[in-house]
């Protein structure tokens, strides 16, 4: 058999091809999983609204206004963490540094140089 032999036959043996959905039928066409995936993914944005405080009502009623104070609550709480964690550095810093000074002086005088 040659090649155009071959490929005709398999696209008989195949039957009809199948038939296109219309766009309705594609927009109307919503399957469990996709709703799991709705819900799955509104759990995870509400739950980051709710750690700006961000209270769905007012979010209806003004959307802008809202948006706009939880942008400053997200401001407000970076720069605390930025704070937090520049303290807590320098505290870290007064015990780990010596010690590092010491063991680095220590390992620079064991060797032996070539």
């Known amino acids: 058999m040659t090649q155009s032999q071959n490929t005709s036959s398999k696209t008989t043996d195949a039957g009809p091809p199948p038939e296109r959905k219309t766009r309705i039928q594609r927009l109307l066409s919503i399957t469990p999983g996709d709703l799991l ?19 769905p009502r007012r979010l209806w009623v003004d ?19 930025v704070r937090w964690s520049f303290e ?22 064991g060797k032996r140089s070539p």
């Open 88 to 109: 807590y550095l320098l505290l870290g810093a007064v015990l780990v540094v010596p010690i590092w000074i010491v063991i680095h002086i220590v390992r620079s005088l």
């Open 37 to 55: 995936r709705v819900a799955l993914i509104s759990v995870i944005v509400g739950l980051v609204l709710a750690a700006f405080r961000v209270d």
């Open 63 to 81: 959307f802008f206004g809202t948006i706009g104070e939880a942008w400053s609550e997200f401001l407000s709480i970076s720069v605390d963490l």
